[in-house]
């Protein structure tokens, strides 16, 4: 099941990836003076970081290592909290749970991203960060998430994971907080099947990372470092064939972002004066990415017989987005079910449970809600809509659909 840049996957991603594998040079530590390397992790990490505004990209083998890699290069472990809006993907959740901190479930407000007054509600002493998820293709309310975060000396992490190419009053999303991070699997803007990466302004952050990333290794293991690597490191490098494709794939950016504001343009207007029917809020549609277009109904039933109808799904079903969902979350299975986070002397004041329920502006919120899927088809997201290759003529028809069968609920 795709996202746009799955279909478009063609010659040029081809010609890349073989000359990877002619050169032999299949990972980013390649032979600098041989002139067949084509350091194509190395470029598709400059090509990021420059549109970003932000001086250090690290291409990684997926998104949520790139998360965990991010709180670890924070330094953020066990006693620590970070908030993260329970409406996201499982990993945003278990990424800081691997790290031996507590995730601490925040609302969504109308524009389906973190709610920042509930944010700020839910700071402790032992809060440390902030995981802004962008979801659907928009930011989350940055600035004023970037002030909850100051105002309390906590680092803002962006989870871009669902927003690759998305902007914010002009600047990729990324570039607000200390880090950002993206996901290359196969839904996401562009993809090399799977992969990630990680951004950030801030030197010690990066090098923290990149050893992370790197078993302790300082950034391209330049330097001659027996004895002086800060730390143990592990290994989520990204190979050189994920880079080749997703060169090429970056290449086709912009006509995704064009061709998926287009169609979404045709939706819009097809159904939005449906009396009675509601849109997601948009903190700024100039920057919209245009993945999803998300609809609210007035209430949970019409929500459910327009979705059965379809047929679609709410967001409310939306599988690992919602924290109700994640079964194992909330029965709290970690691998040996001993130890920090939960079993620990850490958080001894009290007792972290999760549980369905805990967010009811959230479930509210998602039980009346769909995405009509843009360029991203996903049965457990947005089962009913567009994909990349379909033209204003699909789109048209689609929306005439939707509008077919929500007028007749929404009357009814
Ligand atoms: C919001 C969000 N965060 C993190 C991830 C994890 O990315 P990956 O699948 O590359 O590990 C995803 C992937 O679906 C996502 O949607």
Redesign the pocket.
């Known amino acids: 099941m795709p996202g746009p840049g799955l279909d478009l996957i063609g010659e040029e991603e081809i010609a890349e990836v073989v000359e990877v594998l002619r050169s032999r040079h299949v990972s980013r530590y390649g032979a600098h003076d041989d002139p067949t390397f084509g350091a194509r992790v190395r470029r598709f990490e400059e090509e990021v970081a420059s549109r970003v505004g932000v001086r250090h990209a690290i291409a990684l083998?997926?998104?949520?290592?790139?998360?965990w890699v991010a709180l670890a290069g924070l330094g953020i472990g066990p006693g620590d909290e970070v908030i993260v809006p329970g409406f996201?993907?499982?990993?945003?959740i278990s990424?800081i749970i691997y790290a031996r901190a507590i995730p601490v479930l925040a609302e969504v407000d109308e524009t389906f991203n973190l709610d920042p007054v509930d944010v700020e509600a839910r700071i402790t002493p032992r809060t440390r960060a902030i995981l802004a998820?962008?979801?659907l293709g928009n930011p989350a309310r940055l600035d004023e998430l970037r002030a909850v975060a100051d105002r309390h000396g906590l680092a803002l992490i962006e989870?871009?994971?669902?927003?690759f190419g998305a902007t914010y009053r002009g600047r990729w999303v990324g570039g607000y907080g200390v880090a950002g991070?993206?996901?290359?699997?196969e839904?996401?803007t562009i993809t090399c099947g799977?992969?990630?990466m990680l951004v950030t302004d801030d030197e010690t952050l990066y090098r923290r990372c990149f050893a992370m990333h790197d078993q302790g290794h300082s950034p391209f293991r330049l330097d001659v470092e027996i004895g002086q690597r800060p730390f143990l490191g592990l290994n989520f490098r990204m190979i050189e064939l994920a880079g080749a494709v997703l060169l090429a794939q970056l290449r086709k950016l912009d006509r995704i972002r064009d061709h998926l504001r287009a169609n979404k343009a045709i939706v819009e207007e097809t159904i939005g004066d449906l009396p009675g029917l509601g849109f997601r809020l948009l903190p700024d549609p100039d920057g919209d990415l245009a993945t999803h277009l998300v609809v609210v109904f007035p209430d949970e039933e019409v929500a459910r017989h327009v979705t059965a109808e379809l047929p679609s799904i709410t967001l409310a079903a939306s599988g690992w987005?919602v924290y109700a969902n994640m079964e194992n979350l909330i029965d709290r299975r970690t691998i040996t079910g001993k130890g920090c986070p939960f079993d620990c002397r850490c958080f001894d004041d009290q007792e972290r449970r999760y549980a369905p329920g805990m967010l009811p502006r959230t479930d509210a919120l998602l039980a009346r809600s769909m995405s009509f899927g843009i360029g991203v088809s996903d049965p457990n997201l947005a089962p009913y809509g567009l994909r990349m290759r379909d033209g204003p003529e699909v789109a048209r028809q689609r929306a005439a659909r939707f509008r077919d069968v929500a007028a007749r609920h929404l009357a009814g």
């Open positions: 083998n997926a998104g949520s290592s790139a998360i996201t993907y499982v990993s945003s990424a998820v962008h979801m989870d871009c994971a669902q927003a991070i993206y996901s290359f699997n839904f996401k799977d992969g990630g987005h």
